[in-house]
């Protein structure tokens, strides 16, 4: 093994150096690639390349950063996500950016109508750069590589939009499916069509089973992680809004908020849990909302579970807070936030270091 900047070709052998989660992914990966292979739709496997040294914590084998699958024609296939661990796991607090994934795959802006603006304007970008430091405060980071127009890691895989896919008769009413929002979205932000045609259902089950499904799994993985080293987890769901989505949007003291907390009203998280998040935010100097307009989606569903000790919290970031939204990029507050966020995450890191578990409710 190399540092954590260099690259080495590694034999399969050294695969059960990652943890659960990796492997899953890998082997998920690998296979799909070599059946691509054998039909001739990829280049040929070349090898395998490890950037990072796997260390063991706590009976769990960690893996920092990414693996990389590199095909001939310099093609490299990216995994679809980035695990980054801290050398010592001193929390039970998981943070994980579902929506900041900039990995476009060439097939997919060829196809589309969009330009790379707008192809961009639904993805909550550079939010895993805010929330860096949590691994340096004891925490796991999780971030997307697909972007959010690709496939939705936010919503339930069944979340299928016949008015996209082929195939697929009318289901019950869903308003995300219905604005297009499905797990494998229609439309970008302000209802711009990414396709002028549909998609085969086979090319929506494989992007779920080979992106979707990877990053759920690395999700359960690190929360039962949490549960057997602290006996409690909770995940942070961190992701940005457009500053339009405030306008409308009223609050107590006559300013809308800065950050939306998610946890649908209580189902998903503890309100000891949100309390300490929202005064971490109010410390730092930032307006806080509850639950309006964005009470958070499949994620806060389907894993806020309180009364197992199991909290999520769905956090949105005005967006003009420390970036430029037409351009998508970072405007002249951006290092100066994230020092500020650094501040923040660190708080709330906080919360998963408590001797006792935190109580169910």
Known sequence: MVGDTGIEPVTPSMSTKCSTAELIALSSNLSTLFKR?????????V??????????????WHYPKLIYIRLQ??????????????????????FASPHSGREYPWSFVRRSVLDERRLRSSEDAFVDQLFDMAPKHGAPLLTATHPRAWVDVNRSPDELDPALIEGLGRNAHN?????????VPRVVANGR????????????????????QPWHNAIQTLLDESHALFGEAVLIDCHSMPHEALENLSHPRGKRPDIVLGDRFGAAAGSQ???RIEAAFAV?????????PFAGAFVTQHYGRPARSQHVVQIEIDRALYMNEQAIRPNGNFQ??????????????????????????
């Open 37 to 45: 292979t054998r039909r001739g739709a990829s280049p040929a496997l």
């Open 47 to 60: 090898g395998v390349a490890i950037i990072g040294s796997p260390f063991h914590f706590k009976g769990f």
């Open 73 to 94: 024609q310099g093609v490299t296939y990216v995994k679809p996500y980035r695990l980054r661990m801290p050398e010592v796991r001193t929390t039970s607090v998981v």
């Open 175 to 183: 308003p995300r499916v219905a604005s297009g929002l499905g797990v």
């Open 193 to 212: 069509a990414i396709y002028s045609g549909k998609l085969t259902r086979r090319e929506a089950d494989s992007r779920i089973r080979d992106v979707w």
């Open 273 to 275: 849990v949100v309390d």
């Open 284 to 292: 730092a100097g930032l307006r806080v909302a509850r639950n309006a």
């Open 336 to 361: 100066s936030f994230v020092g500020l966020m650094e501040a923040v995450t660190a708080e709330i890191a906080e919360i998963g270091r408590r001797d006792i578990p935190l109580a169910a409710e």
